[in-house]
């Protein structure tokens, strides 16, 4: 008997060996699903658990995403928009079956483990006007109520993410203060989650003080020290994050609720569209986080004391974000949108190449491209219901394909478009101007994507099917050659 005894306890060993990673790693990342190429949540699970990172946050309480986490041992953060908070605010009853519907039935035995429900996206941001100030407390306590009824209050914590312009300094870090007419709101809030063991959640991206503004330092936007340094009595401040993180603390602080726990729900840096974003910077940035974050040295007003968690941003690139911000917004990811690392990152776990997604159901190796002979003058048209519908941001000033000519230009918005219309044929017409080709047409840092099938599973060939794609090719390259 005691061998079997023994046998056990090696197992147990074993497996809470291999969940560790998933335990006491501090840095989560963010899963946005808004793109016109979404890989299978199997898939993009299966890459969080291969580069260990066990920590997910998502926007939205997805049931096949959801269903795909289950038993994964990656601890998630589920959100609720904030369109959803007025009626989960007025409605007990609808908070009682959006709990059901969302967070217990995926949390059986072996299910999904979700830690928190984000109430809200940014629901303070100046932009809203004060549109759903009123509506965030009343959702929390009928959402509480509604996880205590389903008796998982002790275990899932309500937790609101904000954007960092909710508190403000005229100066310097420890002047910090809410902004007044949400001092209020912010102080019953905070006592709401000091009540119930849920930090404060924070968006930080110095990425955008630096893009906003022509004044701002480069050097204190990263980790590598600044020859621009904050002076703050006897505390000095060498990079962004830290002074925006201890003008938190001390408007915090302010309302009495100084040693309030911080988790960080967004920071990052894109890679491009802009040229202040690429994959140099964003690689320097997010490393240098990490890097500041697990040395614990915390920050000048909270030593020893980093953030409770980071969650980074993004996952994967989002071609369906709006771009009003910046054109970078479709390059959050450290991941392209197909599970591809832009750049080897270390989280500290020994880890430092990341792997890349296995399984992508891409769709056939092939591209739209502008006809060698087109006159460029009558594709401008073309070119802009191309790029209304697809993601051409990489095109824009300091994008990865500003530099590839005109006609470099044409063939990358008619390609967009192809893929995104799932390389139907007619999709790559525009009037004869374009033609298919099975050559790769990318250029140095400029992709050309080939799209993913919506089948979830790879686009397989015969072998009869592939003696047709090399007649094709050979036939697009004849055709090419007879233009030049």
């Known amino acids: 008997m005691a061998i079997p005894n023994l046998v056990k306890a090696l197992v147990l060993c074993y497996l809470l060996q291999r969940s560790l990673p998933f335990v006491d790693s501090a840095i989560g990342i963010n899963w946005g699903t808004r793109s016109s190429h979404k890989l299978p949540p199997p898939v993009v699970v299966d890459l969080l658990k291969e580069n260990r990172v066990g920590k997910v946050k998502l926007f939205e309480a997805e049931p096949d995403i959801l269903h795909a986490l289950m038993g994964s041992g990656i601890e998630v953060m589920v959100g609720i928009p904030n369109e959803l908070l007025g009626v989960l605010g007025s409605s007990p009853a609808a908070c009682d079956q959006w709990v059901s519907r969302n967070v217990s039935r995926f949390m059986d035995k072996g299910g999904a483990d979700i830690r928190y429900i984000a109430v809200g996206n940014e629901p303070f941001l100046t932009t809203y006007q004060g549109q759903y100030q009123s509506l965030v407390l009343p959702a929390m306590l009928n959402l509480q ?163 409770a968690d980071i969650y980074l941003f993004s996952l994967l690139d989002e071609d369906q974000k709006s771009i009003l911000p910046g054109s970078f917004e479709r390059h959050w990811g450290i991941f392209s949108f197909d599970g591809q690392a832009k750049y080897p990152l270390n989280l500290g776990l020994g880890n430092a190449a990341w792997k890349n997604a296995k399984g992508v159901p891409y769709l056939p190796p092939r591209w739209c491209i502008a006809n060698p002979s087109l006159d460029p003058s009558a594709v401008a048209n073309h070119m802009k219901v191309a790029c209304n519908v697809a993601d051409c941001t990489t095109l824009f000033y300091g994008g990865s394909c500003n530099a590839i000519g005109e006609k470099g230009n044409i063939s990358y918005a008619f390609n967009s478009y192809y893929q995104l219309q799932k390389q139907d044929a007619r999709s790559c017409n525009f009037d004869g101007l374009g033609m298919v080709t099975f050559l790769d047409p990318s250029i140095g840092d400029c992709r050309f994507l080939v799209g993913i099938s919506d089948s979830g599973s790879p686009v397989g060939c015969t072998n009869f099917c592939g003696l047709w794609i090399v007649a094709l090719w050979i036939l697009s390259y004849v055709r090419i050659l007879n233009v030049l």
Not at 202 to 221: C, M, T
Not at 225 to 253: E, R
Request: overall charge negative; hydrophobic content about 40%.
């Open 145 to 307: 109520q509604s996880l205590v009824k389903a008796s998982l209050a002790s275990y899932i914590k309500l937790v609101v993410p904000c954007n960092a312009d909710a508190y403000q300094s005229a100066s310097v870090p420890s002047q910090g203060t809410f902004r007044p007419e949400l001092t209020q709101i912010i102080t019953q809030l905070v006592s709401f989650l000091n009540t119930n063991g849920s930090p404060f959640v924070v968006n930080i991206y110095p990425f955008l003080s630096l893009y906003q503004s022509s004044d701002f330092p480069q050097d204190y936007a990263f980790f590598e020290g600044s020859s621009h340094p904050v002076v703050d009595g006897q505390n000095v401040y060498y990079n962004a994050f830290d002074g925006n993180f201890d003008t938190l603390v001390a408007a915090l602080n302010k309302i009495g609720y100084g040693q309030m726990p911080i988790a960080i729900g967004e920071v990052g840096w894109p890679s491009d569209g802009t040229a202040s974003a690429n994959l140099s910077a964003a690689r320097a940035f997010v490393q240098g986080l990490i890097n500041h974050v697990l040395s614990n040295k915390g920050t000048p007003l909270r030593p020893g004391v980093p953030p």
